[in-house]
């Protein structure tokens, strides 16, 4: 299926980083102490305010700030946070030597993400709010369920909340910029993407299943049940089983008795290709038969039954259902190329200041154009992305 990062610029610099075949090695991060604060003295007066600590100074050192704009040390810090968690996630690190453009990068998405912001109507907040529930959908779907999604988030350090915060933030920012950039696609721009680029509409074998799962995990620690609540379990599967397999509505006992919290309420289905479940639930569900109920099924979960619905052949996704996500795609990349000049422009009037010598970026370091505008060019149709 068609695909495009919620991450854009950012995420596609951090995996430029991580995909150099460059030796790798790890990069230890100190806090200075900071000076005139003597860790001996405890007394305080009884009307003075605590002392700061440096930790708590580094934190609220203001890094950037111009009009609409304040970058406080700890988002950056958060954000670096984010970056090197899903590199070490797949099992990567962050070249030490491009750790500081990175940060300069990350700095300047965040300055990027505030002016924006400060510059949005209500008609554009409405807009972003409605395309980060469409995508916010999209990404648990493609999760399969909420405890592999929320498995996902946790290796880099997130939760849903602050993933919906952060896709919130971009879809603001990106409301704006089609607004002010007067950016649109046409449909002949639609239909020349699709053509050109078959490939990316092919959507995998799937199939529409529905499970019932009795977890052998503390749903409050996550710790495994002790053998004997495993066994109770066990011999619950197997009553639920038979009643399955003896014609009983198979949604309904999904509704009462499963225990995953991302599919219950639906009679415990879900739709998926491969590679979306753990390997034990894939194998099952892909070897049944249209309405077979399968054996128990244990996994790191628990116990599942699943029963099959439909099995869906790899096919070519229609263009009419394709449409909004290639303007979309084909947006974000007529926003890119116009951006540098726009946002430059938009720092200038703000005053943005960046506070912190190490993370001013040299003029090398960044695709920054230059400070007078050249002419405009002949206008000309926009490319679709081969």
């Not at 090197?84 to 993400?113: F, H, K, T």
């Not at 649109?184 to 019932?212: C, G, L």
Request: charged share 35%; with cysteine.
């Amino acid at each position: 299926m068609f695909e495009w990062s919620n991450c854009k610029y950012l995420l596609k610099f951090a995996l430029m980083l991580l995909n150099q075949k460059t030796a790798i090695v790890a990069v230890a991060l100190t806090l200075a102490i900071i000076p005139g604060l003597n860790a001996a003295d405890t007394t305080t007066p009884a009307d003075a305010k605590p002392e700061a600590k440096p930790k708590d100074l580094i934190e609220n050192q203001v890094v950037a700030k111009g009009k609409g704009v304040e970058v406080k040390r700890s988002r950056l810090d958060e954000e670096m946070v984010a970056i090197r968690g899903s590199a070490e996630a797949r099992g990567q690190m962050i070249p030490p030597e491009q750790m500081v453009m990175l940060e300069q990068q990350i700095l300047d998405r965040i300055i990027q993400i505030q002016l924006l912001s400060s510059k949005a109507t209500a008609d554009d907040k409405t807009k972003a709010k409605e395309n980060c529930d469409k995508r916010f959908e999209a990404i648990k779907t493609r999760a399969g369920t909420d405890d592999v999604l929320d498995r996902q988030l946790k290796s880099v350090g997130m939760t849903r909340d602050m993933l919906k915060n952060k896709m919130l933030e971009e879809s603001v920012a990106e409301a704006v910029i089609e607004r002010e950039l007067k950016i649109n696609i046409t449909d002949d721009q639609v239909k020349k993407f699709y053509d050109e680029n078959p490939a990316k509409f092919e959507q995998a074998e799937m199939v529409r299943a529905s499970h019932i799962l009795l977890m052998t995990k503390d749903q409050t620690t996550g710790e495994d049940l002790p053998a004997d609540k495993k066994e109770a379990k066990k011999k619950q599967a197997e009553d639920l089983l038979k009643r399955a397999r003896g014609g009983e509505d198979f949604a309904k006992l999904a509704k009462e008795f499963s225990e995953d919290p991302g599919s219950k309420d639906k009679g415990g289905e879900y739709t998926f290709p491969r590679g979306q479940m753990v390997p034990e639930f894939e194998a099952s569900a892909f070897s049944l038969k249209t309405n077979e109920v399968s054996d128990i099924v244990t996994t790191q979960f628990g116990y599942h039954i699943i029963k099959l619905s439909e099995k869906m052949p790899a096919k070519k996704v229609e263009l009419a259902k394709a449409i909004s996500d290639i303007k979309d795609y084909l947006k974000q990349q007529a926003a890119q190329k116009e951006m540098p000049v726009y946002m430059e422009r938009v720092k200038k009037e703000a005053g943005v200041q960046i506070l912190d010598e190490k993370l001013k970026p040299k003029a090398n370091d960044l695709d920054i154009p230059p400070a007078v505008e050249p002419a405009p060019a002949p206008a000309k149709k926009p490319e679709a992305k081969k």
